[in-house]
């Protein structure tokens, strides 16, 4: 009974697809599904099933094994490529252990044996219900950790800015001055004047755009494709030269290049990715900034190679700042590691890069030590209206 109650709650706002070949027990174990979920489909096979999921949303799928056309565990095979994170229940009166073996393989999340017992089923699905709860609640927390990182990588931009206006405003007052010396000298003519207001006003403009471009950082710009050599352009050029007075040089190249580099898109929010990219070029910064303290006037270099695939495409940033400790790679990803002992380094960086990338892109972050320093592996799908299918 409290079962029942509890699925009731926590099944209220779910959808479910039952796959079952047996008419009558399809229809009855529909009928108690409807008792608790919001929507509840179902479908006569494997191939059919398939077809339903592939055009509605299901957040669990309740399946028989052996069915005509497509098997149960083929189906949730398919299912669980699209989506790892649906629930997926087998049912069946086999309890063989090929089938179990596979359904290991298939990450089937529950088996149920037939004859049904309902109060078995309710458990399970209680379970299935609280399991994509929880995952709920986790993604929530997610995007509220994310959104809090905005707020040290914008102190992380503010710095980065600062060198970047500094020497164009210095640009605009050396023109005004000049105007005075002009002035006393008396060669203050059209032309001249002319000539500096149009210097100036060029780079307000440059200021003025690269504020956009720091203000559009931190709006959430999620849902549209993006192009990813744009964002790292907008982003390097707000940071290049807070490098370039920190001797680091950044380059650029390009691998296979199959089509057009600006028509090729990336679907999710660019400026997540811009912030991933940030945190990997801030740590390349002080991995050669800590290099520096054992040899002075040591060149730094960050290289970025674009690897353009048919479906996908691969960002390679490399440093030179003498990698990570291979005692630590694999502790870098977790949320506050850090190996700096300053107040401003949270340990956050790749961790939050790695939520963006892998996450919430679906993409892969790999870290290798390579030459002299860390090479950063991104790898992303390119959105559907561009891969070659
Ligand atoms: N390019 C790199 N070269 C050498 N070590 C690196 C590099 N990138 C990351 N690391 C190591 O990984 C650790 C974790 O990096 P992460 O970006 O998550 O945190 P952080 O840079 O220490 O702090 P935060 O990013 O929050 O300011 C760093 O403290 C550093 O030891
Ligand atoms: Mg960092």
New binding site residues.
């Given amino acids: 009974m409290n079962i029942l109650k509890k699925l009731q709650e926590k099944a209220k706002d779910l959808t479910i697809l039952c796959v079952e070949d047996e008419q009558d027990l399809r229809e009855s174990i529909v009928m108690f599904l409807k008792k608790f979920f919001k929507k509840v489909d179902s479908a006569e096979d494997g191939l059919q099933g398939l077809e339903k999921y592939k055009s509605n949303h299901y957040d669990i799928v309740l399946t028989d094994i052996q069915m005509p056309k497509m098997d149960g565990l083929e189906l949730l095979k398919e299912i669980k490529r699209i989506h790892p994170d649906r629930q997926g229940i087998i049912l069946s009166a086999f309890d063989h252990k090929e089938y179990l073996l596979k359904a290991i393989e298939v990450k089937v999340d529950h088996y149920i044996t037939k004859p049904i017992d309902i109060n078995l089923m309710a458990a399970t699905l209680l379970s299935s219900a609280e399991t994509l709860e929880l995952r709920a609640e986790l993604e929530q927390q997610r995007e509220i950790i994310i959104h809090q990182s905005r707020t040290?990588a914008m102190s992380d931009m503010l710095l980065y800015i600062s060198h970047h206006w500094r020497q164009p405003l210095n640009a605009v007052a050396v023109s005004i001055q000049s105007l005075s010396f002009a002035y006393e000298l008396g060669k203050l003519n059209k032309e001249y004047l002319d000539k500096q207001i149009a210097n100036s006003m060029e780079i307000i403009q440059n200021l003025s755009s690269s504020l956009d471009q720091f203000r559009s950082f931190f709006v959430a710009d999620s849902q549209k494709n993006f192009n990813p050599f744009t964002a790292i352009d907008e982003l390097v050029a707000l940071l290049i030269d807070a490098f370039k007075s920190d001797e680091i040089d950044i380059k650029y190249s390009m691998k296979n290049k199959n089509e057009d580099k600006n028509k090729i898109e990336i679907k999710g929010d660019v400026n997540e990715f811009k912030q991933v990219v940030l945190?990997i070029l801030?740590?390349?910064k002080?991995?050669i900034n800590s290099v520096r303290k054992e040899k002075k006037n040591y060149k730094g270099r960050i290289n970025f190679t674009f690897i353009d695939s048919d479906d996908s495409i691969e960002i390679v940033i490399e440093?030179n700042?003498?990698?990570?400790n291979p005692e630590?790679l694999n502790r870098?990803f977790d949320p506050f590691?850090?190996?700096?002992n300053i107040a401003?380094?949270?340990?956050?960086?790749?961790?939050i890069a790695n939520m963006i990338i892998c996450k919430k892109m679906g993409g892969e972050l790999k870290l290798k030590n390579e030459g002299k320093?860390?090479k950063v592996d991104i790898k992303l799908s390119k959105a559907a209206s561009q891969s070659k299918q």
């Fill in positions: 040290s945190a801030s740590n390349s002080d991995a440093d700042g003498g990698g990570i630590i870098v590691f850090t190996t700096y401003n380094k949270k340990g956050l960086g790749l961790y320093g860390l």
